[in-house]
């Protein structure tokens, strides 16, 4: 698992989307059951790694551009050098890909997986509960969010999971952002301190008052100013609909 992320980081260039923790602390073991652990294996055929939640006992839900050839998921891990008996490993059977994603443009970047085998819900395995409503939440808002990515635009990835309080940001801020759509996705960070999501676990979920609201997706390669997150609320038909197809 180590060998998987210390890949990532040379794979990812800068925006490439591959976001993770920058100045934030280790997590509490357990006290996010719901952050899956991802490793794609890339149409290229190279080895990569996402984040994800897990919405049901049959979905996970990630970003787009985390889509491979294979993915397996991994729940109910906090150090990923230590495999425990929390751990489950499950298969990925169906990539659902929002129908109007385009990776040019970085928009609609948000897909479902269906997993092989139903997860056990356990104290270390857990589910999450999505925004019900389109709204905006206003700016200045404190929200959270967790992976096991660099600490450091220099440093290497973290092997516990860890977590940083991220502020929700005027739209106006992430303007130098080609096709930056306000719509569709939210500007984060913090304007006095290097803090932010950085590579290693894009498509993990942003919580703000202790449900999934954003996914992580994308930002500067110096970690500097502020990344950009998908809005999850616009695409809740979406996602409903396609959880009764399937």
């Not at 998987?4 to 280790?26: C, D, K, R, T, Y």
């Not at 096991?148 to 303007?175: H, I, Q």
Request: hydrophobic fraction near 40%.
């Amino acid at each position: 698992m180590q060998a998987l992320f210390l890949l990532l980081a040379i794979l990812f260039p800068p925006e490439a989307g591959a976001e993770e923790i920058i100045s934030g602390v280790e997590s509490k073991p357990r006290s996010h059951p719901y952050m899956a652990l991802l490793e794609m294996v890339t149409d290229e055929g190279y080895v990569a790694g996402c984040g994800g939640f897990l919405l049901s006992q049959e979905f996970v839900m990630i970003a787009a551009h985390c889509k491979g050839r294979k993915i397996t998921v991994t729940l109910g891990a906090h150090d990923i050098k230590q495999e425990e008996s929390t751990w489950q490993k499950l298969e990925v059977s169906e990539q659902i890909i929002h129908p109007n994603y385009n990776s040019f443009t970085k928009l609609n970047d948000i897909m479902l997986l269906k997993l092989q085998t139903r997860a056990k819900l356990t104290h270390a395995v857990g589910t999450i509960s999505l925004l019900t409503w389109s709204t905006f939440i206003s700016p200045g808002r404190m929200c959270r969010a967790a992976g096991w990515g660099r600490m450091g635009v220099m440093e290497l990835v973290s092997d516990t999971l860890r977590e940083v309080k991220l502020r929700l940001m005027d739209a106006r801020a992430c303007n130098h952002y080609f096709f930056h759509n306000h719509n569709l996705q939210i500007c984060v960070g913090n304007p006095r301190k290097i803090r932010s999501a950085y590579k290693g676990d894009s498509g993990g979920p942003l919580l703000c008052a202790g449900v999934a609201q954003h996914i992580v997706f994308y930002g500067r390669g110096d970690a500097k100013l502020f990344s950009v997150f998908t809005r999850i609320s616009p695409y809740v038909p979406w996602i409903n609909k396609s959880l009764k197809n399937i």
